[in-house]
């Protein structure tokens, strides 16, 4: 069965620094586009960031030049850097992979509270 599991949330205090990583089981993730989602308390899911296969990434614009996505081929694994972080960006975290054919797969999500 297909995994996908984010960690790497936790607790920061603003103007702080997360490091999440999205880790695939069963898939080649470097076949897959892959975003990074967070849903706030009370807020629609919203997206954050995201790789194409082809390693082009893009932004909200709420995280620009803050937040960096990545691949680590080597852990199968998708990162994504969260420096300057504000309360702000106090959200569930979760990662998807999708193929161009539509095939999704979501991960479980992992927290991440920012405090003032």
């Known amino acids: 069965q297909v995994q996908l599991v984010e960690s790497g949330g936790g607790l920061v205090q603003a103007g702080g620094s997360l490091k999440l990583s999205c880790v695939a089981s069963r898939i080649i993730f470097g076949t897959y586009n892959v975003d990074w989602y967070r849903r706030a308390p009370g807020r629609e899911r919203e997206w954050v960031a995201g790789?194409?296969?082809?390693?082009?990434?893009g932004y909200a614009d709420s995280v620009k030049g803050r937040f960096r996505i990545s691949r680590d081929n080597a852990e199968n694994a998708v990162i994504l850097q969260m420096n300057s972080l504000k309360p702000e960006d106090t959200a569930v975290y979760s990662c998807?992979?999708?193929?161009?054919?539509?095939?999704?797969?979501w991960g479980q999500g992992t927290l991440v509270i920012v405090s003032s």
């Open positions: 998807s992979g999708s193929q161009p054919s539509g095939l999704r797969h």
């Open positions: 790789i194409t296969i082809g390693d082009q990434t």
